[in-house]
């Protein structure tokens, strides 16, 4: 199952199946939720002063980007810490 574009594909599989947990998918999920919260935070400030909720609406749109911002991190810790753990576990024959 390894790719060239992605030759870690094997450990994570490996590690998905030992911890029940798709981390990579988690990670690439969290970074799609991140970049629509930078958009929604973006075109919120772009509105006119004038619009209904103009503050509110941003208000919003920045709790979101930092509540994706800590999903983001959380996930790519655990993506890569599960990959450490796995490459951890492989013995060396030397």
Do not use: H, K
């Amino acid at each position: 199952m390894t790719s060239p574009e992605n030759p870690l594909a094997t450990t994570t599989a490996a590690t998905s199946a030992t911890t029940g947990v798709d981390w990579e998918e988690v990670f690439r999920d969290s970074r799609q939720d991140l970049c629509d919260a930078n958009r929604w935070q973006a075109a919120a400030e772009q509105l006119p002063s004038d619009f209904p909720q103009r503050d509110l609406r941003i208000q919003a749109a920045r709790r979101w980007r930092q509540l994706a911002v800590r999903a983001y991190q959380t996930a790519e810790a655990a993506f890569f810490g599960d990959i450490r753990n796995s490459l951890a576990c492989v013995r060396s024959p030397f």
